[in-house]
Structure formats: C-alpha cells, structure tokens
C-alpha cells in the first residue's frame, strides 16, 4: 500500500513508460474499473507538436476570467510533479497526490494481474488520476493536454467539447512515423465524431489529413489564416500587439507578454476554441474575457526572462519546428547585441539541426 507522497511518486515513476503495442484498450478497462471518470467531466483536449501548453495557459486564463473554475493537465513538469494536475493554475496538493495513487493502486495492481502486457504504464497512471480527481467536480472545465500523437495516447479515451490541433512538426519520429503526414495522422486521432475542430497553421500536407480525418468524423473544422485570422501589430517593452477575426467577432489591440509570432498564433487558437465552446453552450463571448485572459497569461519557460541584467532567457524548445521559432525571434527583435546559447538536447532529439 502506498503510505506517503514520496511513496506515491515512486509508485507512479516507478511504472514502464511505454508498451510495445499502442492500444486504448489498456487505459478503457483500467478506467471503466474506476467507474468510468472521464465520461463526467467537460473538457477541451489539445494536441500538436508544439504550442500545446501555451495555447492551453491562454485558453485557461480566457475562461477563468469569464467567471469559470478552470482543471488543467499538461506535461511534463518543471519544478514539481503536482503541477501536471492544477486547477486556475495551481498545482494540487501532496496530499491529493497520496489519495489519488491510493485510489488508482489497487485497480493498478489488479491488472498487473489480468492483463498479457501488463498493468497501466505511468502516464496512463497519471492520467487516470486526472480523470478521477476532476470527475470529483472540482472544475467547470478541463483543458487536458495529450502527452504524445494523440491517437493512441491515454488522454484520447476523452470525448470532448472541442479539440485543437495547434501544430505538426518533426518530433517522436520513432513513434508517430517519419513524414508529416504520417504524424500529421496521429494528431488528428484527437478528432471525434461530430466534435468541432480547430486547427493551427501546418502545413499543406499535413492538413489534407487533418481535414479529411474531420469529414471522416462530421466534424466541424475552423483553420488558422482562413476561417479566423491573426494580425502582428507589433512589440515594445516584452510585449506584443494583434489583432484577431473570426467571423463576427472582431478583438482588436490584443496584448501579450508571451513574444514571437508563434505565440500569438497560439492566443488566436485558444480565443477561436473559446468562442466556439462558448457557441456550443449557447453562451456569448466576452470581449473582456478574451482582452483579460490574453494579457494576463503566463508561461514559464516559454521564452521567459529571468534576468534583465543581464538578460537571461529561458526556453523549453525541444525540437526543429520549436528551435526555428526561437532563432527567428532572436534574429528579430535581438540582433543588435552579442547571444550566448546555452542548450540541452536529449539523445533521442535531432540534436545536429537544432544546433544548425
């Protein structure tokens, strides 16, 4: 039995990180063995390559200042595990960590019994917690974030309100293929029946597979750069300006202290998938929701200074698509002094073009 926190996380880490064989199947029974928590909560479910977690920071602070009680799940961690699990951004507590373990155990240990492959890995672990914690009704709306892909990852047993794909880029070609399209193909395996779609901007490539997964399924598809739009007005001061249309609905000088260009695009697709829940509820949109939300969203370690003298930045960026977006931003707004870099590169990363 499980007796503390550190007692907890040893269990939880402690589990194989993958199988050989992706299936749902594992984490559907290991769920339904807990009564099914994720049939009981209200979520948003984001996928992509990157932008996952920022578009989610804005999306959460969007809805918190329209007045809701906002659950997040998003990976992996920087400073402590709760925070994979928080609620308007606060991370729960070590205690709620103990219960929730105590909880899932002993089902854990059941199929560690029943199943061929074995019992749940840890992500399924973790989120199964998730499910269960917030299926206890401690928030009206839950922005789950996947892990990795997204059609077989343990999060895509959840059906939805909406679903955003923020991206398509080189990252995990060992496990989601070694095309764009390919991984293009795993991301769109968030796409449920009927349920609306919102999509960054991919390539050409990859979205042709992305919609035509969306007609599959009947479900709506609102694209960036066609069916809503974001205009760069602009930085001062670590800070940035735009604009952004979507139908009727206009919001103008638009502010951030999340830089480049990326980061905006990130802040369209989370209002776009604000407004459309919000139409799926027959609720209107709050103009200051959307200005509040924006504004007030932060990120740490997405391009995050942390000294001014020097500056000092730091970023999580773990991939080509990711690596680009910086080195565009630095060429732009900080070419007039010296940059020293400093980087971390795990072996399984393409480490020789993202020092190029």
Not at 83 to 112: C, F, H
Not at 231 to 252: P, R
Request: hydrophobic fraction near 40%; proline fraction near 3%.
């Amino acid at each position: 039995m499980i007796n503390s926190y550190q007692e907890a996380l040893a269990f939880i880490h402690g589990r194989t990180k993958f199988k050989k064989i992706p299936t749902l199947k594992r984490m559907r029974r290991f769920l339904d063995e807990l009564g099914a928590p994720d049939k009981r909560i209200n979520a948003i479910h984001i996928a992509g390559t990157n932008g996952k977690g920022s578009t989610l920071a804005f999306l959460r602070n969007i809805f918190q200042e329209d007045g809701k009680t906002v659950g997040s799940f998003t990976s992996p961690f920087l400073m402590k595990f709760n925070e994979r699990i928080s609620v308007n951004g606060v991370p729960i507590s070590d205690s709620e960590i103990l219960r929730l373990a105590q909880t899932v155990y002993p089902i854990v240990k059941k199929l560690d019994d029943e199943l061929p492959e074995g019992g749940p890995t840890e992500f399924e672990i973790v989120t199964a917690m998730m499910f269960t914690y917030f299926a206890e009704g401690h928030a009206d709306i839950v922005l789950i974030e996947v892990g990795l892909g997204g059609l077989f990852d343990s999060t895509n047993v959840i059906v939805p309100k909406v679903s955003v794909i923020t991206s398509i880029g080189w990252d995990h070609m060992h496990i989601l293929g070694d095309t764009l399209p390919k991984i293009a193909a795993q991301k769109a395996g968030i796409i449920k029946s009927g349920v609306p779609v919102v999509v960054g901007g991919v390539d050409q490539e990859s979205l042709k597979v992305i919609q035509k997964t969306a007609q599959k399924k009947g479900s709506p598809i609102q694209i960036l750069g066609s069916d809503f739009t974001v205009t760069d007005l602009g930085e001062s001061s670590w800070q940035q300006s735009f604009d952004f249309k979507s139908g009727a609905h206009h919001f103008d000088q638009l502010h951030t202290g999340l830089l480049g260009d990326y980061q905006t695009h990130n802040a369209a697709l989370a209002i776009e998938a604000y407004l459309v829940y919000q139409q799926l509820q027959s609720a209107a949109a709050a103009t200051e929701s959307v200005e509040k939300g924006v504004a007030a969203t932060q990120w740490a370690g997405r391009f995050e200074r942390v000294s001014t003298n020097p500056t000092v930045v730091l970023d999580g960026a773990h991939n080509t698509s990711a690596v680009d977006q910086i080195v565009k931003l630095l060429e732009t707004d900080f070419s007039s002094g010296h940059i020293t870099i400093l980087m971390g590169i795990l072996a399984d990363k393409q480490a020789d073009k993202m020092v190029e």
